[in-house]
């Protein structure tokens, strides 16, 4: 399942707009600050879709804008891609997971700096999606796109605590 396409089709359920509608729609959002979806990728997908039938041009204007509006198929898709988002479970997939699987290459002190700086970058993620996600409506953005942003300062908070009770036990060589 594709984020980039939900996200695209979502996008398109308040009516057609041309690619830089769409960016400017998910910028609301905040998309930025929970998915790795490249702004670059939306005109790539909107292209796509329309070949899949999903979407429909109803507007190609001069220097190449082409406003896209949902068919059907397209409004069908939305909703089956968004239900299978809802009961789906998927690991995230993190750098950081990755270069803790060879931790044990890494001296002990490169690790602990790593921590500290980490926990420093945490603690800010933290603190800066608390104010962000107590402004109501921030940037015209529906309110449930918050619950998007306290889902992920939940996710900094928990990878927060992790830290700082790893440096401990790296600190009293328990780990690795």
């Not at 198929?73 to 789906?88: D, K, M, N, S, Y």
């Amino acid at each position: 399942m594709s984020s980039t396409r939900i996200l695209i089709l979502g996008a398109l359920l308040d009516g057609p707009m041309n690619g830089y509608g769409v960016r400017r729609r998910l910028e609301v959002m905040g998309i930025e600050s929970w998915t790795n979806v490249a702004f670059g990728s939306i005109y790539h997908g909107l292209g796509k879709m329309a070949d899949e039938g999903l979407l429909e041009v109803v507007e190609a204007g001069k220097g190449g804008k082409v406003v896209y509006g949902l068919t059907e198929l397209g409004r069908a898709e939305f909703h089956r891609l968004l239900l299978g988002a809802w009961h789906e479970l998927k690991p995230i997939v993190d750098p950081f997971q990755v270069a803790m699987t060879f931790m044990d290459r890494l001296e002990k002190q490169e690790i602990l700096d790593a921590l500290r700086g980490r926990m420093a970058q945490l603690r800010m993620c933290v603190e800066t999606m608390g104010h962000i996600t107590g402004v109501k409506h921030a940037h015209g953005a529906p309110q449930h796109v918050n619950e998007n942003l306290g889902l992920q300062r939940a996710m900094f908070q928990a990878q927060l605590d992790w830290v700082e009770q790893a440096i401990p036990r790296f600190e009293a060589d328990q780990l690795p």
